[in-house]
């Protein structure tokens, strides 16, 4: 059965207005729609088209198609896009999906050539943990490569991963009597899918996880595993190509059997990798920017040597303070900044009594009537003033 693409205007259910078609394979198309609905809010409607003509092959398909559909609907993961809902109309089956405002990585590679290491672990750090959680309830993507992985624009926001081929597999497993399981019609594509797969249909945890490993070569180096001999490329460490070498395994139970052993496995090599870097040096994920260790060095010296400064500053202070209050008192600092307590001027009153005997006090000529001793009272204490006649 073939079906001709729907025209851009053209509401779909009553309710799904198409705006353009987003890609097209062998299981039928994928169009941007609006959400009459939803006030317009932008969707993704999945087109899969049987490829039989045989009425009981058309409602065996329809009813596989809703049961899987109700299996995906029960996927809740933020790096999912949400299902909606399923529908058919004209004999088209449509699955209806948040839409994904972003690029896939098939796109990002042409537009950038290849990842640096660093950042492809950090992808399959993002990627891991959602298929932990659908290996979990036994669910199992089947077709992941780099168009089905979407960075959204808002760079914030973690890579989501799309399109999943739990809805294909019935097409290539589940009607019988039709031309389904002709080769072009099985689940995955060819350089990411493991042999199993490809070969004969099956899948589990591990076969995932291969086809993840065969994403993150491709985006390394621009080529599948299948046609490269990848371990000789010089941007992969020796314990990143451990990791992915156990994930392309061609038996399946020589592989990781979980995301979290993958994960757990990057954890470690990232710890080797820290403890065999050498002093001083620094291994730069790509777009990062790093300080060099000399600089670091004097940053680091100066970050600690300043409390003490801090401290050393606020003695000084004190010290200062003390030495200005009591300056007046200590003659060797009061002769600098002439401020002696014994050299400030007091004002004098006439005393009432009688000047002093002769007899007593030697006098020379009085000066503005005042008398001037003849002889000045001798220091005791030169260091404190302490001067007594």
């Not at 799904?16 to 729609?33: M, N, S």
């Not at 317009?40 to 899987?68: S, W, Y």
């Not at 710890?271 to 870097?277: A, L, N, V």
């Amino acid at each position: 059965m073939t079906t001709t693409e729907i025209p851009q205007g053209t509401l779909v259910g009553n309710r799904y207005l198409i705006q353009q078609v987003l890609g097209q394979g062998g299981f039928g198309r994928t169009y941007k729609a609006y959400d009459q609905h939803r006030f317009g809010k932008p969707c993704v409607l999945k087109e899969f088209i049987p490829r039989t003509n045989n009425p009981q092959g058309l409602q065996k398909a329809q009813e596989l198609f809703e049961r899987e559909a109700k299996i995906l609907f029960q996927l809740k993961h933020p790096q999912i896009p949400e299902f909606f809902g399923t529908f058919s109309e004209n004999g088209r089956l449509f699955i209806v999906q948040e839409y994904v405002d972003g690029k896939n990585y098939w796109t990002l590679l042409r537009e950038r050539q290849h990842f640096s290491e660093a950042e492809v672990i950090r992808l399959l750090d993002a990627i891991l943990p959602i298929l932990d959680y659908i290996h979990e309830q036994n669910i199992f993507h089947r077709d992941i490569s780099p168009d089905n992985i979407m960075q959204p624009n808002n760079l914030n926001q973690l890579p989501v991963l799309i399109d999943f081929g739990v809805v294909k597999q019935i097409y290539a497993t589940g009607i019988n009597n039709t031309s389904l399981l002709e080769s072009h019609t099985r689940v995955g594509k060819r350089g990411y899918a493991p042999p199993e797969q490809m070969q004969l249909g099956q899948c589990f945890p591990s076969s995932d996880l291969y086809a993840l490993a065969s994403t993150a070569i491709f985006l390394l180096t621009g080529k599948t595993p299948n046609v490269l001999a990848w371990e000789s490329h010089p941007s992969l460490s020796k314990e990143f190509q451990k990791v992915l070498k156990k994930m392309l395994k061609d038996k399946p139970n020589e592989r990781y059997q979980s995301a979290k052993e993958v994960i757990a496995a990057l954890q470690s090599q990232a710890t080797i990798q820290q403890s065999q870097q050498l002093p001083g040096s620094t291994k730069v994920p790509n777009n990062e920017v790093t300080v060099p260790p000399s600089i670091a060095s004097v940053t680091t010296t100066a970050g600690q040597a300043f409390p003490y400064l801090l401290g050393f500053l606020t003695v000084l202070l004190v010290v200062g303070i003390g030495v200005a209050v009591l300056s007046p008192y200590i003659p060797i600092v009061c002769s600098v900044l002439n401020n002696c307590v014994q050299n400030r001027k007091t004002p004098q009153t006439q005393p009432s009594s009688p000047p002093p005997s002769p007899t007593n006090l030697e006098t020379t000529p009085p000066t503005n009537g005042q008398p001037t001793p003849s002889k000045l009272p001798s220091c005791r204490d030169v260091l404190f003033g302490d001067c007594s006649p």
